[in-house]
């Protein structure tokens, strides 16, 4: 059983620093692509960033491209996103999910089907 559970998320002062986690359960980090997404209030979610870690390839909105970063933990199966330079227009709740590697569409969350609960971040000062 395919499980994604996220942490990390909480309140930050614009320009500062974030990092979220998403440990995974029930499947091989290596066999899926993994995506995170985030959806603020009113807005359809949108895609942050995604990766095929087997492949060492990664994708990024060009709303994050520079500030956000994807990584994984080798002896753990998780996952993780560096947040840098929050602005307030990043706030959100952010999901971890898990699905089919399509290479640089991979930010359209309907190649994915299984999620995590969410954690919310929010930059305000």
């Known amino acids: 059983q395919v499980q994604l559970v996220e942490s990390g998320g909480g309140l930050v002062q614009p320009g500062g620093s974030l990092t979220l986690s998403c440990t995974a359960s029930?499947?091989?980090?290596?066999?899926?692509?993994i995506g995170w997404f985030r959806q603020a209030p009113g807005k359809e979610r949108e895609g942050v960033s995604c990766?095929?870690?087997?492949?060492?390839?990664?994708y990024y909105a060009d709303s994050v491209k520079g500030r956000f970063t994807i990584s994984r933990d080798n002896g753990k199966n998780a996952v993780y996103l560096q947040m840098n330079s929050l602005k307030p227009e990043d706030t959100a709740v952010y999901y971890c999910?898990?699905?089919?590697?399509?290479?640089?569409?991979?930010?359209?969350?309907?190649?994915?089907?299984?999620w995590g609960q969410g954690t919310q971040v929010t930059v305000s000062s």
């Open positions: 999910a898990a699905g089919r590697w399509v290479g640089s569409i991979c930010l359209r969350d309907r190649f994915f089907g299984s």
């Open positions: 990766m095929r870690f087997s492949y060492r390839i990664a």
């Open positions: 029930g499947f091989t980090l290596d066999d899926y692509a």
